[in-house]
């Protein structure tokens, strides 16, 4: 009797180890499936080329230009935030969702590459230009999706007058999803008499 008790027992426990054994497995085998087909960026590798023309003041003469890289969680209160605020506090406007921030200074016909860890917590990366002018042709900032970005390749920018813009990315943006079609709205019923009158009149 004890010797059948003691089989029961220790097929009891192989099956638990089993299922514990599998249950690791199929965690490792999803955790590879990700790491083959989505890996995880961790660099921030920017590539930022100014033309000979960047920043002109009042004379149009060019002058050297502050960039500033944001790694941030989702990026909507920096798409909410003017050009003002973000020049005066962009840390009291970023809030919580601001997790690193790096600056730097271009000159004209001079280029900066950028190899920044990344915050494993990030969403997007910002790109400002903080320019002499911030009139109606200034584009003065850029939001980048992590997906967008490459372990190994940088994503390339370039600024020009008062304009920061993309030159080429490891990857391509999200398409935004495409637009339902609204089906027509059917015509309100008519009432009984209308109705008839109606049918009537096509005869």
Known sequence: MRHALRIMLLLLVLGLAG??????????????????????????????????????????????????????????????????????????????????????????????????PLDENAGQIAVVALFRQNGPQTIWRIGLPISVLDNDTPAKLEVKDSQILISQLPHPLPQPAAAVPQTPASPPPQPASAAAASKAKGK
């Not at 054994?21 to 660099?43: C, H, M, N």
């Not at 080329?49 to 960039?67: F, I, K, M, W, Y």
């Not at 989702?74 to 005066?88: H, P, T, V």
């Open 19 to 116: 299922c514990g054994a599998w249950q690791y497995v199929k965690d490792g085998s999803k955790a590879l499936t990700e790491a083959v087909f989505y890996p995880r960026i961790k660099t921030v590798k920017l590539d930022v080329t100014a033309r000979a023309a960047l920043n002109p003041d009042e004379q149009g003469r060019s002058l050297s230009v502050v960039v500033r890289v944001y790694q941030l969680r989702d990026g909507k209160a920096f798409r909410a935030a003017s050009y003002e605020q973000i020049l005066g506090d962009d840390k009291k406007i970023l809030g919580d969702e601001l997790l690193a921030r790096h600056d730097f200074v271009l000159t004209p016909d001079s280029s900066y590459s950028l190899d920044q």
